[in-house]
């Protein structure tokens, strides 16, 4: 069932032009600034977009402006993904996998992280994550108790996904959708 939501979630996603990534995301950027107080974040946890994910890199960009840290994912290994800080929206290169990687390697400690922005296939109404299926999200979000928001297009909130004991539920779920932000579980 998961995988089948994620070949059409894909699909979907894959279907948007360029220009359609890039103006839903500035949406999405202009929500997540009035749903969200940044000034009280110094640690932000954001992601490099693959193929046509939600770019918030315009974001990223700013709040390195400010002095922010801003800290994005690296895989370790088949079971762990640490967060790494970058100087600027360059300081990665192409890791395995194509994936592209943070240069740096000095972990930040998830005590540190305030919020991290998480990157999905799907998100459901009772906040549940849809990912690329490594569960590395739901494993790194275990023991992590700041703030935790999904990141979507609006046809990727969706009423329900299926989803297991280990998925990690996230606080908030932001899409270009205004109204969005009013879904509460059913
Ligand atoms: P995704 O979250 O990327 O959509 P899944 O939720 O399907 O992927 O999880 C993928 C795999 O990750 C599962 O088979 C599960 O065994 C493993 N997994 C997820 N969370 C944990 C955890 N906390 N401990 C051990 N394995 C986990
Ligand atoms: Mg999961």
Do not use: C, W
Not at 23 to 38: H, P, V
Request: aromatic content about 12%; charged content about 30%; cysteine-free.
């Amino acid at each position: 069932m998961k995988e089948v939501l994620r070949k059409q979630a894909l699909e979907l996603r894959n279907a948007l032009t360029k220009e359609e990534v890039l103006s839903r995301s500035r949406k999405i950027i202009t929500q997540i600034k009035s749903q969200i107080d940044l000034s009280n974040y110094q640690v932000l946890g954001f992601y490099m977009p693959l193929g046509n994910e939600v770019d918030l890199r315009p974001l990223m960009k700013e709040l390195l402006e400010m002095g922010k840290t801003i800290v994005i994912p690296k895989v370790l290994d088949k079971e762990t993904m640490e967060f790494f800080p970058i100087k600027d929206l360059f300081d990665y290169h192409i890791g395995t996998f194509k994936v592209l990687e943070p240069n740096s390697n000095k972990i930040m400690p998830k005590t540190k992280i305030e919020i991290i922005f998480v990157p999905g296939l799907y998100f459901s109404y009772q906040k549940y994550r849809l990912g690329f299926g490594g569960g590395f999200y739901d494993r790194y979000l275990k023991d992590y108790s700041n703030k935790k928001i999904g990141v979507a297009y609006s046809f990727q909130y969706i009423k329900e996904i299926p989803y297991n004991e280990y998925d990690i539920p996230l606080d908030i779920i932001i899409t270009e959708n205004p109204l969005h932000q009013f879904h509460d579980e059913d």
